[in-house]
């Protein structure tokens, strides 16, 4: 991670976060925070080829590939501290689809957890969180590497639940990569539903960071351009949960 750049720029991103409650940060903007090269990022993009299929969908759908797994950055340490592995859990007040039920999701891979972009992620996320507090945090941090695929005619659905939030303090929607479609577009409204932008993330690593207490979101049903071609969008949700200390 490039310390001169995130240093420099954590205030600024912290402070329009602030501001608009949410805030996009280019692919090229973050490739150059990261301090990450081509060989980098294309190594870990490979990693959503390995992702296992969501069975846990209430609509019966095929379409979502995932897996998961979550860290505690200790507001005194500057690592991060893989949590065992464990069930995810969500309420049916924020997943009124898929809330309410233990769904138990393949763990993240070796080659995954030790890229060096996904430690210089989550550490570069928490600086902004922390600073958007006020004070060092300790956070629970989600990571949900995700594969939403169009099947020939049929859409793939990013968010089957629709408009909603995530029930924890901030997150992160970063692309991957788009392969063979069209659609996938954010939308993010304040909380009264009102809607705040709407924009395509299409270059790697262009990320979205919200505050999910005042912001709701939702992403477009993706369709493939060539019904005979693989047709994906692969994309990293990340969540923090403030700890009280």
Same mark, same amino acid.
């Given at each position: 991670?490039?310390?001169?750049?995130?240093? @420099?720029?954590?205030? =600024?991103? $912290?402070?329009?976060?602030?501001?608009?409650?949410?805030?996009?940060?280019?692919?090229?903007?973050?490739?150059?925070?990261? #301090?990450?090269? =081509?060989? *980098? =990022?294309?190594?870990?993009?490979n990693?959503?080829?390995?992702?296992?299929?969501?069975?846990?969908? #209430?609509?019966?759908g095929?379409?979502?590939?995932? @897996?998961?797994?979550?860290?505690?950055?200790?507001?005194?340490?500057?690592?991060?501290?893989?949590?065992?592995?464990? #069930?995810?859990?969500?309420?049916?007040?924020?997943?009124?689809?898929?809330?309410?039920?233990?769904?138990?999701f393949?763990? +993240?891979? !070796?080659?995954?957890?030790?890229?060096?972009?996904?430690?210089?992620?989550?550490?570069?996320?928490?600086?902004?969180?922390?600073?958007c507090?006020?004070?060092?945090?300790?956070?629970?941090?989600?990571?949900?590497?995700?594969?939403?695929?169009?099947?020939? $005619?049929?859409?793939?659905?990013? /968010?089957?639940?629709?408009?909603?939030?995530?029930?924890? /303090?901030? +997150?992160?929607?970063?692309?991957?990569?788009?392969?063979?479609?069209?659609?996938?577009?954010? @939308?993010? /409204?304040? $909380? !009264?539903?009102?809607?705040l932008?709407?924009?395509?993330?299409?270059?790697? +690593?262009?990320?979205?960071? #919200?505050?999910?207490?005042?912001? +709701?979101?939702?992403?477009?049903?993706? /369709?493939?351009?060539?019904?005979?071609?693989? $047709?994906?969008r692969?994309?990293? =949700?990340?969540?923090?949960?403030?700890? *009280?200390?």
């Amino acid at each position: 991670m490039d310390s001169l750049l995130v240093e @420099r720029y954590t205030p =600024v991103i $912290a402070n329009l976060l602030d501001l608009h409650n949410y805030v996009f940060i280019s692919g090229r903007q973050m490739t150059a925070m990261l #301090a990450t090269n =081509v060989d *980098e =990022v294309t190594r870990f993009k490979n990693c959503w080829s390995h992702l296992e299929l969501d069975r846990f969908m #209430a609509d019966g759908g095929m379409y979502r590939h995932r @897996r998961y797994g979550q860290y505690l950055k200790h507001i005194d340490s500057t690592k991060l501290t893989l949590l065992p592995h464990q #069930a995810f859990v969500q309420s049916l007040e924020v997943n009124s689809l898929n809330g309410g039920m233990d769904r138990h999701f393949a763990p +993240l891979t !070796k080659v995954f957890m030790t890229s060096p972009i996904l430690d210089k992620l989550l550490l570069m996320m928490s600086n902004i969180f922390d600073w958007c507090e006020g004070r060092p945090s300790d956070w629970i941090i989600g990571v949900h590497p995700q594969r939403i695929v169009a099947d020939g $005619a049929k859409k793939g659905l990013p /968010t089957p639940e629709g408009l909603h939030r995530n029930g924890v /303090t901030y +997150l992160a929607s970063i692309v991957m990569r788009r392969n063979n479609i069209t659609g996938g577009e954010t @939308r993010i /409204t304040d $909380a !009264k539903k009102k809607t705040l932008e709407c924009l395509v993330l299409d270059q790697p +690593l262009d990320m979205v960071l #919200a505050n999910d207490n005042r912001t +709701l979101h939702e992403v477009s049903p993706i /369709t493939s351009v060539c019904q005979e071609r693989c $047709a994906y969008r692969d994309v990293l =949700v990340v969540t923090f949960t403030k700890m *009280e200390n």
